[in-house]
């Protein structure tokens, strides 16, 4: 049984950091893409972060760029996402995504993730 289970969030004053992990169990995705999204309250999911199984493919939401950091450790079959400057506007529930095959493109949709972790609330005060 596949599992992709977050941690590291909570609440954070704005211009703080906090760094998500995603651990992903029952099978490896040394080789395929993973990403992060996020979600609040009445608002669809959206597309925050990913990277490639090589690593050469890592892409931003527009908002997040230069702030956030997205990072993968194969061995451990974990994705990370590290968050600086963290402003009240990046306040979700972030989830962790996972492809079981590859698409063609950029995998920025909901669509384009197998797998989801449960997701974990990051709150941002001012």
């Known amino acids: 049984q596949v599992q992709l289970v977050e941690s590291g969030g909570g609440l954070v004053q704005a211009g703080g950091s906090l760094r998500l992990s995603c651990a992903a169990s029952g099978r490896t995705f040394s080789k395929k893409f993973m990403g992060w999204f996020r979600q609040s309250p009445g608002k669809e999911r959206d597309f925050v972060a990913g990277?490639?199984?090589?690593?050469?493919?890592?892409y931003y939401r527009d908002s997040v760029e230069g702030r956030f950091t997205v990072s993968r450790d194969s061995a451990k079959n974990t994705v990370y996402l590290q968050m600086n400057n963290l402003k009240p506007e990046d306040t979700a529930v972030y989830y962790c995504?996972?492809?079981?095959?590859?698409?063609?493109?950029?995998?920025?949709?909901?669509?384009?993730?197998?797998?989801w972790g449960q997701g974990t609330q990051v709150t941002v005060s001012s």
């Open positions: 990277i490639s199984g090589t690593e050469r493919g890592i």
């Open positions: 995504a996972a492809q079981a095959y590859v698409r063609f493109g950029v995998p920025s949709s909901a669509d384009d993730y197998d797998y």
